[in-house]
């Protein structure tokens, strides 16, 4: 929306936030699953049959800035012919190791230093009964043993796991009625058995596709939630996973209905959480981007061509840099957004929209989404915005020697032990909580050091910084012995706190006109009498 009638309209709809409750989204209050870098990206690199196109492909990923991938573990290709059977013998009847294509993947991403966000679904034909190439298996204990399998086989390389995807719109829960009840079951049984395998793995859940859809094939995001919260899903994912596409609008679009498709939809997935307990769990979105359909190059004929939005490709490339940095300063929430996605192994799909959302070619041309994302990513100076950030966030550093420790009385069990640590904060104030033996040496912004007693009871809660206004502030902290350092608090004021001071003043105008205007036509009425 770019055009100036589609901007005018848009400040209109704006405004219309004011008169409806804004979205609780909680963003001052601790969250686990944050602390890591945000940057991911979607992978299919089971689909390239060469493993030097997979390591290509991983190569450019991480020359890109990414640290993430979102890599599919595929149930139909690894345990193929039957329960327990990881030989692949569709192309040989000897046999091969089906986990080895997989085995490579995850050599390459350590290799170069990604983390892999393991998707677990799709599973084989002999464990369905439901039609349907997603459909959940006959019985779930079959896709909770291979989920169990794949953490132990990669235990300790893989630590977040996602048990399936989008459960709630066909085609992923099969030739039948959505089921939140039923997905739930599965998400909590497979919760169970990966925590058994390794109980600091992180379990996420099959990410909800954003739709207002009430038809039974598709359910709502919102309403799915809700059930999958009444059926008991609270205590079976460690972080909410949800889709971040911004479909006709771009990254900035703050308008909020919950009939309305844009980027600003996981703040009321994130009100839900709030609203069941659930405010110190991070949100993923695990699949984020605009289709850039609007090109030469797409054919007029193309399935679906509006079913995920059209935008240029320079506009692509333009909204997505702009969403993280979005996210960033204001959703202290949100853990890893990943990118949908970097490409596919030939072009065999083009007559389908979806296929356009990709990075880079079939032939590893880079599209324009790569070329804005790399230097984004590599000249982006780390920063803490609004929120309450753990020691361990990827924006914070540390000095080599650093280690995160269980520890009684901090947020989450744990603080990181430093004798330095040094950060950026984005706000009008910076707290930290940190313990110590020794005083601790703060430099802000250059300023002579400043050094703070350590509280003999426990935990100090130092104000280190604090502004009128919002703005950087450059942080140093340092001991002469290690200290702990719990947790970096930043407040700020954002547009929508704006909003949520002027929902009572708009809905109290709002009943004074029609109070005034009751009034006019009352007198009006009486007027108007013989």
Request: aromatic share 12%; charged share 20%; glycine share 6%.
């Amino acid at each position: 929306e770019e055009e100036p009638v589609a901007q005018l309209r848009g400040m209109v709809e704006l405004l219309g936030n004011a008169t409806r409750q804004p979205p609780d989204t909680a963003p001052d209050v601790a969250v686990r699953g944050a602390s890591a870098s945000p940057f991911g990206v979607n992978t299919f690199l089971e689909q390239e049959v060469e493993p030097e196109k997979r390591e290509q492909i991983v190569q450019m990923i991480a020359e890109a800035g990414f640290d993430w991938i979102r890599q599919q573990f595929v149930w139909e290709d690894i345990e193929i012919h039957g329960r327990g059977d990881f030989t692949d013998r569709r192309n040989d009847p000897n046999g091969v190791d089906a986990w080895a294509k997989y085995d490579q993947i995850v050599d390459l991403a350590g290799q170069y230093g990604l983390d892999i966000l393991g998707r677990l679904d799709n599973p084989p034909e002999w464990a369905q009964t439901t039609p349907g190439n997603f459909a959940p298996p006959a019985d779930v204990q079959d896709f909770v043993n291979f989920a169990a399998a794949a953490a132990e086989r990669y235990k300790g390389r893989i630590t977040t796991w996602q048990v399936w995807n989008e459960p709630n719109i066909y085609p992923e829960w099969g030739e039948q009625t959505v089921n939140p009840e039923a997905y739930t079951e599965l998400l909590c049984r497979t919760y169970d058995a990966l925590k058994a395998v390794d109980p600091t793995i992180t379990v996420l859940s099959g990410a909800l596709s954003p739709t207002v859809a009430l038809t039974g094939r598709d359910l709502s995001d919102l309403i799915f939630l809700q059930r999958m919260y009444d059926a008991g899903a609270g205590r079976c994912f460690d972080a909410l996973a949800v889709q971040g596409y911004g479909f006709f609008s771009g990254p900035t679009d703050r308008r909020l209905r919950p009939f309305t498709l844009n980027f600003s939809r996981p703040q009321y997935l994130r009100d839900a959480m709030v609203a069941n307990g659930d405010a110190g769990k991070s949100v993923w979105i695990t699949e984020a981007a605009w289709n850039p359909i609007d090109s030469p190059e797409v054919p007029e004929d193309v399935s679906g061509r509006e079913n995920f939005g059209v935008v240029t490709q320079e506009q692509a490339a333009a909204y997505m840099p702009l969403a993280y940095q979005r996210a960033q300063e204001e959703w202290p929430w949100l853990g890893v957004m990943t990118y949908w996605f970097f490409k596919r192994p030939a072009d065999y799909e083009r007559g389908q929209s979806w296929y356009y959302f990709r990075m880079v070619e079939p032939d590893f041309t880079p599209l324009p989404i790569y070329a804005s994302m790399k230097p984004y990513l590599n000249g982006l100076e780390p920063a803490l915005y609004r929120g309450v950030h753990q020691a361990e966030d990827w924006a914070v550093t540390r000095d080599a020697a650093a280690v995160l420790e269980t520890v009684d009385g901090a947020q989450f069990g744990e603080a990181v032990r430093t004798a330095e640590a040094s950060f950026t904060a984005q706000g009008r104030s910076v707290t930290v909580r940190w313990q110590g033996v020794a005083p601790l040496a703060v430099t802000v912004d250059s300023q002579p050091a400043i050094s703070l007693q350590p509280d003999a009871d426990g935990w100090t809660e130092s104000l280190i910084a604090s502004s009128f206004l919002s703005q950087p502030h450059t942080i140093m902290l340092a001991s002469d012995q290690p200290f702990l350092l719990d947790q970096i608090a930043v407040t700020d004021f954002l547009l929508d706190d704006l909003i949520r001071l002027m929902t009572p003043i708009t809905l109290a105008l709002a009943a004074v006109g029609l109070a005034l205007l009751a009034l006019v036509l009352w007198r009006a009425r009486r007027w108007r009498r013989p």
